[in-house]
């Protein structure tokens, strides 16, 4: 089965908008990643980009991603054809710059996430 991008953006949407909570992106993720069967693709390859999303909001209360996360998450599927090493390239930059254990103080309250 193909998961598109659309797909991804959509869930994402939904977390945003408030219709769906950590929780439910979470489930929805691992239940994506299931009909994929967990494919692996070189990041030359614009598929890496959609499961790298799908497993990062798979474990997402284990990597403290939150709302904010959105508009990286956005970009980083919006990588346009051909530029998917860039993509990976700043999608790394985005995550290596977060202050995590501020983030992780921030959210020691909600106890969805594991701190």
Known sequence: MSITRTT??????????????????????????????????????????VVEILMQLEILNHQLITRDDIPAM?????????????GWKDWRAYWDSLDIKKRKETLRSNPYYST
């Open 74 to 86: 956005m970009a980083f599927l919006q990588t346009s054809s051909g530029q998917q090493l860039q």
């Open 8 to 49: 991804v953006i959509e869930l994402l949407s939904d977390w945003q908008a408030g219709k769906i909570d950590e929780k439910g992106v979470h489930e929805k993720a691992e239940q994506l990643l299931e009909q994929l069967n967990w494919p692996e693709y070189t990041q030359e390859d614009h598929r890496s980009i």
